[in-house]
């Protein structure tokens, strides 16, 4: 089949709400995927951060195979070893949760908020950050601190008020009797990679003990290990109530999970939540694998040294005119230019390297956590070559 041959299946066939790059993605091993045509990329946005072990590991085809051949989903209401086994692994990593499971980003935001809400009867307002993105179910848009994601579906949940991000005082003025929860990613990813600081966690832990608050730690793109620990709350040292993370915790199957804190878990009790397919066989056997990888590969030692060098990669971009800021947190890069980003993101891709933009004019890069120094070595040579390019075109090379 044709490019063009696509194309036109998904003209009459797929409702156009995702802007889609002019390629089909086809096959993928670690960081490098072809297309139908069978062009080769690097890849350093794999899967919106669902490749943190880059695509196709073969630990992890092993066992969606092994596993697809003896049980492929089972419903909760029967026991699951597959279930059990990977609420184990996520369970020793971050001591003191327990698990629930669902399918997406969202959903496991909308656990966390129903959670928050059901544990503080009557009280029901979260304050979220301004930036921030939770994701597009109507309780996790409405969380979302950015208008241009609710326009047109209001009106949206009530009860959600939005404070800047690294600023204690705004979330204090925020906080009222109706307050339940905060809400905050570690770092704002699709906000622009914006990591909080330590001492706004902090505070906003104190603000929570204070007025007997759950706080909730959005890690939908901060876990598992993409800040460097297993949870990015490791990293920082202040401990959410209730915690969400999904993309990268099962090596690409559709997969996530609301953590909890047991004072918090115990009031989600049959009949109140539930998910047909959260933590289904497939997808537990495949995280029970991710996880196991992860350890096995020191993938966290990976990104705290390649994170560190990184940093003197990013630096030599910021010299070129059209760089504003460049940022990073473990291995989350956001590359602030003074110009939309977007042809940047097509020469990069017409070169053979697959990047992201975000909020316009932040290159994003989320690269697999066990990519290798050479990857990302040749990833910023592109990017450096497609920056050089705009700053001629916009003059000013
Ligand atoms: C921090 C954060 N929360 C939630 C979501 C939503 O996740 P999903 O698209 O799996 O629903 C995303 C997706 O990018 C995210 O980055």
């Not at 139908?36 to 066992?63: E, K, M, N, T």
């Not at 241009?148 to 579906?153: A, I, L, S």
């Not at 990268?248 to 939540?273: D, Q, R, V």
């Not at 495949?286 to 990888?293: E, H, L, R, S, T």
Request: hydrophobic share 40%; with cysteine; proline share 5%.
């Amino acid at each position: 089949m044709t490019f063009e041959e696509i194309e036109r299946r998904f003209a009459d066939n797929v409702i156009a709400n995702y802007a889609r790059q002019p390629i089909c993605i086809v096959r993928g091993a670690g960081s490098r995927v072809w297309d139908s045509g069978g062009r080769s990329y690097l890849d350093l946005f794999p899967g919106w951060g669902v490749g943190g072990l880059g695509h196709c590991h073969p630990g992890i085809v092993a066992a969606i195979q092994a596993q697809a051949a003896k049980l492929i989903h089972v419903a909760n209401h029967f026991y699951s070893e597959e279930q059990g086994a990977f609420a184990e692994a996520i369970v020793s990593r971050a001591p003191g949760f327990k698990v629930f499971f669902c399918n997406s980003g969202a959903e496991a935001n909308e656990a966390a908020i129903k959670l928050a809400r059901l544990s503080h009867q009557p009280k029901f307002g979260i304050v979220a950050m301004e930036r921030s993105f939770h994701g597009r179910t109507l309780g996790a848009v409405s969380a979302t601190g950015h208008p241009e994601y609710r326009k047109g579906f209001e009106p949206t949940v009530p009860g959600f008020a939005y404070a800047k991000m690294n600023d204690v005082d705004s979330v204090k003025e925020l906080v009222d009797d109706k307050t339940c929860a905060i809400m905050v990613e570690p770092v704002q990813g699709e906000g622009g990679v914006i990591p909080a600081t330590r001492e706004f966690l902090e505070g906003l832990r104190g603000i929570c003990d204070q007025h007997g608050l759950a706080l909730i730690f959005d890690e939908v793109q901060t876990a598992p290990c993409r800040l460097g620990a297993w949870f990015g709350y490791q990293r920082y040292g202040v401990t959410p109530d209730i915690l969400t993370a999904a993309k990268a915790i099962a090596g690409g199957m559709p997969m996530a999970a609301m953590l909890a804190k047991p004072e918090l878990s115990g009031f989600l009790k049959p009949g109140t939540h539930g998910s047909t397919f959260g933590g289904h066989s497939l997808g537990c056997a495949a995280g029970v694998a991710a996880f196991k990888i992860m350890a096995e590969e020191d993938i966290i030692g990976n990104v705290i040294t390649l994170g560190a060098w990184l940093d003197g990669k990013l630096a030599g971009l910021s010299g070129n005119p059209r760089v504003k800021a460049t940022r990073r947190a473990g291995f989350m890069v956001g590359i602030e230019l003074d110009i939309p980003g977007a042809d940047v993101v097509s020469d990069c891709r017409d070169n053979g390297l697959l990047i992201n933009c975000t909020h316009r004019t932040v290159l994003r890069l989320l690269p697999a956590l066990n990519s290798k120094q050479a990857e990302l070595e040749e990833g910023l040579a592109i990017l450096s070559s497609a920056l050089d390019r705009a700053a001629e075109r916009d003059g000013a090379g």
